[in-house]
């Protein structure tokens, strides 16, 4: 039997990241952050000097490039850019990218082949509507935009870390925007998916809540790995 997939999807700053890489860890399951290939694209156009709403240019980047997302890097084509796509410039250009259908046909096809063998938590914004809509378990996390812009402004690992929380809250205000008003597949919530808002809710109690909800939605298959992993 396959190993059962899990669709973590929503908007930015709900907390997506820190969950799924928790929940992967806690299960043994690989985690894949399709953002993050999303931004490796728009960094590979930038850098070959291609317009980022270009889309047959684009395209063929999405479909060819190399990706090695394994220990938390991000490798693209060989450049390691796990910190230069976390900028404001990038922001912007991998919602552009997000927007191209046949970028998002050529990554979609590649993630779901990175799922293919179970036994993966991936994190998006389609992820249980587009990429995987058979998933095992389908979470959206979510909370409220004040909240989701002072997490943003807060991260350690984002460089806009330093800007003051109106800016940071402008520029994810504009970015949601765009993510749930475009035309090729916009973050909507999955019918099926089990909705959990991280307003007010401290990061443990989020992680704890959502491993309840996978685990009861994987029941056997979890149970199944864990005592085979104690005999
Ligand atoms: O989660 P993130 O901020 O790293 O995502 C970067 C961009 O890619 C953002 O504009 C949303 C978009 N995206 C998408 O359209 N579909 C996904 N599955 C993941 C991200």
């Known amino acids: 039997m396959t190993a059962p997939v899990i669709a973590i999807d929503g908007p930015s700053g ?4 820190t969950v799924a890489r928790a929940v992967a860890r806690e299960l043994g399951f690989a985690y894949v952050d399709t953002g993050a290939m999303y931004r490796a694209v728009a960094w590979k156009a930038r850098h070959d000097r291609v317009a980022v709403h270009d889309e047959a240019a684009v395209e063929p980047i999405a479909a060819r490039a ?3 997302l394994r220990g938390g890097r991000v490798v693209i084509d060989g450049h390691d850019v796990t910190r230069a796509i ?4 990038i922001d912007v250009a991998a919602a552009a990218v997000a927007r191209l259908p046949r970028v998002r046909e050529a990554l979609v096809a590649r993630q779901r082949a990175l799922a293919g063998q179970g036994g993966v938590v991936m994190e ?10 058979d998933a095992a378990v389908k979470i959206y996390l979510d909370a409220s935009p004040e909240e ?4 943003r402004a807060g991260d350690p690992a984002h460089v806009l870390s330093g800007a003051a929380l109106g800016e940071v809250a402008d520029a994810l205000a504009a970015r949601d925007r765009l993510d749930r008003t475009r035309d090729a597949s916009p ?5 099926d998916a089990v909705r959990v ?9 989020v992680i704890a809540r959502v491993l309840d909800i996978v685990r009861a939605g994987i029941g056997d298959a979890a149970g199944g790995r864990a005592s085979a992993a104690r005999d």
């Open 86 to 89: 976390r900028t404001p410039e």
């Open 148 to 151: 989701r812009a002072a997490r």
């Open 197 to 205: 808002d991280t307003t007010g809710v401290p990061v443990d109690a």
């Open 66 to 68: 190399s990706f090695d």
């Open 187 to 191: 973050l909507v919530e999955a019918p």
């Open 14 to 17: 709900a907390g997506k990241g």
């Open 124 to 133: 998006g914004r389609d992820i249980g509507t587009a990429v995987l809509p």
